[in-house]
């Protein structure tokens, strides 16, 4: 594998000159296989992102592209659009699954999910992403953008630029219907977004299928995840004006439903921020954290409370107004008593919780909520 040379695309560049850039990089890639590789579990941003490279890639001659993810499509908002849109996704665990790649592509994440065993074999061609990196990406083109609120908003520049898309043609409809929907969820229904967000939104509004984006955009909430935001309401502390609930154990298909609980419980009029965890599939400590707090910043405030991995990435993520977090329990997990590790896991994160906040930990911490 060569040394990746390193392209920088700063914010300051004209977006004309960072979309020239990504089509150089596709150029490079003629007759090439590209494993575009989404990290954690994939999302409407993430998968529109996906499509959009998809599709500037073929324009550019690349012979084959492959969209890889690692774990469930646990939202059924992220399986409608699979589905209704028929885009091909395929879940791996090493890249060699896929047959013989050339180069790996990241879209919405600046690095590979830890889950792919042999990533480090291959090079990286290109990062799109706009989520603050804790360190410079390494991969021959970057754009890292946190002056964006969504991965969409960039590939919609880069359309606009190297393959415009046509109304008249179902691919290029498809293409701008994922990424209308991947812009509206990532700025909450816009209600986050930025002035070069709803310009990308503009741009693709003439393009995508209206009746198909109204169905992506139902927003139903599942029997599941009224159960989890009983039990978030049951368990909730409160300390001034943060809130935090431990939801206990919670199944791998319906790990999102610890994300809507944070979602509901943030909109309490007493509370700017909250953070609800819970323990997914008996192997990991996840966690969504919600804002309306100008003074907290999600990433730094998840990495401050939870920390690095040994090999220093941290165990929480986020932008301006939400973050989320993953942690193994490693060995802790094949415990059978589950009252008792429910009782592990709530003490840790309460105890890391109140002292990010100051606080002491509390006593007499509770049972795991009843599913």
């Not at 494993?35 to 012979?63: T, Y």
């Not at 885009?87 to 879209?107: T, W």
């Not at 942690?327 to 919780?353: K, N, Y």
Request: hydrophobic share 45%.
């Amino acid at each position: 594998m060569s040394d990746p040379v390193r392209r920088l695309a700063t914010p300051q560049a004209a977006p004309a000159d960072r979309a020239r850039a990504f089509g150089e990089m596709m150029a490079l890639a003629k007759g090439k296989h590209v494993l575009i590789a989404l990290r954690g579990h994939p999302d409407p941003d993430g998968i529109a992102s996906a499509m959009a490279q998809a599709h500037i890639a073929a324009r550019f001659g690349v012979a084959k592209t492959t969209i890889g993810y690692s774990h469930e499509l646990s939202h059924r908002e992220n399986r409608a659009l699979v589905k209704l849109l028929g885009v091909e996704l395929k879940k791996i665990k090493a890249v060699k699954e896929v047959g013989h790649v050339d180069f790996l592509s990241l879209v919405d994440s600046y690095d590979v999910d830890p889950e792919v065993s042999d990533a480090d074999q291959f090079e990286v061609l290109t990062i799109v992403d706009h989520h603050r990196a804790p360190a410079p990406p390494k991969a021959r083109f970057v754009d890292l953008r946190s002056d964006v609120t969504s991965t969409s908003t960039i590939f919609t520049e880069y359309l606009a630029e190297l393959a415009p898309l046509d109304p008249e043609a179902e691919e290029d409809r498809r293409v701008a219907t994922a990424l209308m929907h991947g812009l509206s969820t990532d700025t909450d229904d816009f209600v986050i977004a930025r002035a070069v967000d709803f310009r990308a939104a503009a741009q693709i509004s003439e393009v995508c299928d209206r009746d198909l984006l109204a169905d992506l955009s139902r927003r139903l909430i599942a029997p599941s995840a009224m159960d989890v935001i009983a039990r978030a309401l049951a368990a909730l502390v409160v300390r001034r004006n943060f809130a935090m609930a431990g939801v206990g154990f919670v199944s791998e298909s319906d790990r999102d439903t610890i994300a809507q609980a944070a979602d509901f419980l943030v909109r309490r009029e007493d509370i700017d921020t909250v953070v609800v965890y819970g323990v997914v599939s008996d192997r990991f400590i996840e966690g969504s954290l919600r804002t309306h707090s100008p003074s907290v910043d999600p990433a730094v405030w998840l990495e401050q409370a939870f920390g690095h991995d040994d090999k220093g990435r941290p165990y929480g993520g986020g932008r301006r107004d939400k973050g989320g977090f993953r942690i193994p329990i490693g060995f802790l997990g094949r415990s059978t008593d589950r009252a008792q590790l429910w009782t592990l896991v709530e003490h840790a994160a309460r105890t890391a919780l109140l002292k990010q906040l100051g606080d002491e930990p509390t006593t007499g911490l509770m049972a795991a909520p009843s599913a």
